[in-house]
């Protein structure tokens, strides 16, 4: 069972466009919501996190948006870049007892930025 | 480079093989995590360390499965009589025992294809 789910699977954007990526959980218990880049060969890399606590974090270009009543979060990716070009997932996890920090991640979305 | 590191980075095996992973975290992290992912998806927890005590194992970790974490530093992960189904990039993550130790840093992973 999907814990977090994805959408889209694969996104086109012009150079300086918007890219927006979502993602939706089911579990309430779910408190830390951070966003990882992955390029082709390499680790997923975080990119920017947010907690329940707040609706909007951002930094620099990347902003999550964060619903907590609807159980959504998305990242925008403003004035995109050939540059930004990569995988991107989102992730969820329960901060606990013994100080685990286990991710569960989405499918991926593809972002192709054409210059 | 004081990134998480993986070794090897590419492994080749025939099935019914053992094959045997490390990963060695950043050097102040007392955290410790394996993942693995499929093609096309996102990773997926199988176990986590802090320090040398293996504290939470994911159902994906099957008998023939077995990490390691002596001396709280670096990891092993063993993969007995290796499947095609093993095939995945596996991923080591470590993160800081200081505050929330909310980020988790992603070595670049192991390619395992079993043939």
């Known amino acids: 069972q999907q814990q977090v789910k994805q959408s889209p699977q694969s996104l086109i954007v012009q150079k300086g466009g918007i890219s927006i990526i979502n993602c939706a959980y089911e579990n309430t218990a779910f408190d830390y919501f951070p966003w990882y880049q992955q390029f082709p060969g390499k680790g997923p890399a975080l990119l920017i996190a947010?907690?329940?606590?707040?609706s909007e974090k951002k930094e620099g270009r990347f902003t999550i948006s964060f619903n907590k009543s609807a159980k959504q979060f998305s990242l925008h990716i403003m004035d995109s870049q050939p540059g930004d070009s990569a995988t991107y997932f989102c992730a969820a996890s329960v901060l606990n007892w013994s100080g685990a920090n286990n991710l569960f991640f989405g499918t991926g979305t593809r972002l192709t930025v054409i210059p | 480079d004081t990134g998480v590191s993986q070794d090897p980075r590419h492994k080749i095996t025939k099935r019914g093989q053992n094959v045997t992973f490390r990963c060695d975290p950043i050097?102040?992290?007392?955290?410790l995590y394996w993942y693995r992912q499929t093609l096309g998806q996102g990773p997926e927890f199988l176990t986590y360390?802090?320090?040398?005590?293996?504290l939470e194992k994911s159902r994906l970790l099957s008998d023939r499965f077995s990490a390691e974490r002596p001396k709280g530093s670096f990891s092993t992960l063993e993969i007995q009589r290796t499947e095609q189904g093993d095939s995945a990039m596996y991923l080591c993550?470590?993160?800081?025992?200081w505050g929330a130790g909310t980020e988790a840093f992603f070595g670049q992973g192991t390619r395992l294809t079993v043939v």
């Open positions: 050097s102040e992290h007392n955290r």
């Open positions: 947010i907690r329940p606590d707040v």
């Open positions: 360390f802090q320090n040398e005590a293996q």
């Open positions: 993550a470590s993160s800081s025992p």
